[in-house]
């Protein structure tokens, strides 16, 4: 059964410093991953999406990497703002399903401190 | 504007009852999806569909049910038999196919009172 570890599961830093957020599953058959952020009592806005083929995907101060073969992913967030206050999930769609049938990470709560 | 409605935000449901969660969308995705987050845990899956009139039980499914009569609606019946029913329910959808993304609502909290 897939599993999906995010550590730390909360994170502090001083505005301007880079964030590396680390996201690790067990089973490498998978189809994509996804990052989301989720602003507390709010839904998920997604992030970045990464296909099994891609070893990385960038979004403005945003990246993130995957290494299938080792199980992790890690969204870098350049350049820390106080509005990047948020939880970070990650997400893996299995192999063995269709659409986005996602297993989730717990998140890692992050604040960046003015 | 095109997106994800879930409603209401905030919903009470006293112990015995039945409660109904709306989902609704314009994007025109073929598949939808219910979630649970639990405070400070990921999100489980409950149910999903695919396409209308089918859908399938995710890994929580016991005490709900959903039903998909139109592309555009997803509901979920939290029902008397969920023991824990008290947590912040997500909907989401995505077009049908891989290497998708997913695109999720702002969510409802259910609490039993």
């Known amino acids: 059964k897939q599993e999906v570890t995010q550590i730390p599961a909360a994170l502090s830093v001083p505005e301007g410093e880079n964030l590396v957020l680390n996201c690790s599953f067990t089973?490498?058959?998978?189809?994509?991953l996804q990052w989301f952020r989720q602003d507390p009592g709010k839904g998920l806005t997604s992030l970045l999406l990464?296909?099994?083929?891609?070893r990385e995907q960038t979004s403005g101060r945003l990246n993130a990497s995957l290494d299938k073969s080792s199980g992790r992913s890690t969204l870098y967030i350049a350049a820390s703002q106080p509005g990047d206050s948020a939880t970070y999930l990650c997400?893996?769609?299995?192999?063995?399903?269709?659409?986005?049938?996602?297993?989730f990470g717990g998140g890692t709560r992050v604040l960046v401190k003015p | 504007d095109g997106g994800i409605t879930q409603s209401p935000k905030y919903l009470f449901r006293k112990e015995g009852q039945n409660v109904t969660l709306s989902c609704e969308q314009n994007?025109?995705?073929?598949?939808m999806y219910w979630y649970r987050q639990d405070p400070g845990q990921g999100l489980r899956l409950i149910y999903y569909?695919?396409?209308?009139?089918?859908?399938q039980k995710g890994d929580i499914a016991e005490g709900y049910s959903v039903s998909r009569e139109k592309k555009e609606s997803f509901p979920l019946t939290v029902t008397s038999a969920q023991k824990n029913p008290t947590a912040f329910y997500l909907c989401?959808?995505?077009?049908?196919?891989?290497?998708?993304?997913?695109?999720f609502g702002q969510g409802t909290r259910l609490t039993v009172v």
């Open positions: 989401a959808s995505s077009p049908q196919g891989l290497n998708t993304e997913a695109f």
């Open positions: 089973d490498s058959a998978i189809y994509n």
């Open positions: 990464i296909q099994s083929s891609q």
């Open positions: 997400a893996v769609n299995v192999i063995k399903a269709a659409g986005n049938k996602l297993t």
């Open positions: 994007l025109n995705h073929d598949a």
């Open positions: 569909s695919q396409i209308v009139n089918d859908f």
